[in-house]
């Protein structure tokens, strides 16, 4: 469903709702290619204009360096170019995964809702709708 709705506007202006999928297929094999820790680094030219896994794993550290940083889902040029670009240093500065102020864990249902549950624990305490409308916009670190 959630497809269908991300592509739809696609297809509204004419696109072949085969081309979409296809293009769509595509890209999810190249966000699974770029979630690994076995690939190094590419050539130069290759890490500068497109998002490599060691661009992107400097995108899922919670050390200071990295957070914020290394947007890109497949190009990271515009990173570059916008200012919220950073080269993962493997050896002074391993990435540390996770999400800020949380406690690491390998349960899944953890992993993936504790980071909204104590977003939503911050919501509710915080005073004000300005506070209350940070808490849910701003980067983690501005919180």
């Known amino acids: 469903m959630v497809v269908i709705l991300r592509s739809a506007p696609l297809m509204l202006l004419g696109v072949h709702p085969v081309w979409v999928f ?4 595509l890209d999810l094999i190249y966000q699974f290619f770029i979630h690994t820790e076995t690939v190094g680094k590419f050539p130069k030219w ?3 204009v497109f998002d490599t896994p060691s661009n992107h794993r400097a995108h899922h550290g919670t050390n200071n360096d990295y957070i914020d940083q290394n947007y890109g889902g497949m190009l990271i040029i515009f990173d570059r170019w916008f200012g919220t670009y950073v080269e993962e240093d493997a050896v002074n500065n391993p990435v540390t995964y ?6 690491s864990t390998d349960n899944v249902f953890g992993l993936i809702f504790s980071v909204f549950y104590r977003m939503w624990q911050r919501f509710f305490r915080a005073k004000g709708l300005k506070n209350k409308l940070k808490v849910l916009f701003s980067p983690p670190s501005a919180v």
């Open 46 to 48: 290759v890490e500068y």
């Open 98 to 103: 996770g999400a800020v102020g949380e406690t």
């Open 22 to 25: 296809f293009f769509y297929a």
